[in-house]
């Protein structure tokens, strides 16, 4: 799986690739990150990508022409299928992220991530990108944070980058609507502030029908 990131900030992150599962995955090949800084696309000496929006109103728009350049010297360079890849915008107004789409994605060789910045994007970009996509009901910064969401989201589902298998298969949205069982470790009793803390006793038994019962019992219903 190729994920290819457009952003004016590329380098802000380094810090999340280069750790964890993400790491491990790019060592194992299992994925590969590409980054590009949109300036590069632009043609004027302060390499503006930015301009005040037609009608007016606050803040700057990311312009749509090295936009355009930018996705279309991208996907020239590509070798993948185009019914195997997909080019998204994140943007506040997309349609948000949720477990089923992580495992459609999934079944793609290539996505190229647009990161918008400033108020927006001009419109005309959803001429040239597949889809919209955000992250939740509210508004960040940039892009950047929601396009290494997705690439994690994405990632903990292709084959090898876990571990154990069953780590996808019983977490939380695995399922629709059910969210994951309560889970502990050791020790089974914790003491803090003079107050004891215990286990559930079925857990610490050894009977897995009666574990698997409880913890059925136990897996919450997402309102």
């Known amino acids: 799986m190729k994920f290819k990131i457009l952003s004016i900030f590329p380098n802000i992150l380094d810090s999340y690739l280069e750790d964890s599962i993400i790491k491990r995955a790019i060592e194992r090949k299992i994925i590969k990150i590409e980054k590009y800084n949109l ?3 632009t043609s004027d000496k302060h390499r503006t990508v930015d301009d005040t929006p037609y009608g007016g109103g606050a803040g700057m728009l990311m312009k749509i ?3 355009y350049k930018a996705i279309k010297d991208i996907k020239k360079k590509s070798k993948t299928d185009v019914k195997k890849r ?3 915008l994140l943007s506040a107004s997309g349609k948000t992220w949720n477990q089923k789409m992580a495992k459609q994605y999934s079944r793609l060789e290539e996505i190229l991530f647009i990161c918008g910045r400033y108020e927006g ?3 005309r970009i959803k001429k040239f990108i597949d889809e919209e996509v955000s992250i939740g009901d509210y508004v960040l910064t940039g892009g950047e944070l929601p396009a290494l969401i997705i690439i994690d989201s994405i990632t903990r589902l292709l084959p090898g980058a876990l571990g154990n298998k069953a780590s996808i298969e019983e977490e939380s ?3 629709k609507n059910i969210l994951e069982y309560p889970q502990y470790t050791r020790p089974a009793i914790f003491e803090a502030e003079g107050k004891k803390y215990a286990v559930p006793k079925v857990l610490l038994e050894g009977n897995h029908a009666k574990i698997k ?3 059925e019992k136990k ?4 309102k």
């Not at 897996?219 to 997402?222: E, H, R, S, V």
């Open 86 to 88: 997909k080019i998204i």
């Open 65 to 67: 022409e090295p936009l």
């Open 173 to 175: 949205h695995s399922e």
């Open 213 to 215: 019962e409880w913890r």
């Open 121 to 123: 994007v001009d419109a």
């Open 39 to 41: 300036r590069d696309w």
């Open 219 to 222: 897996q919450k219903i997402k």
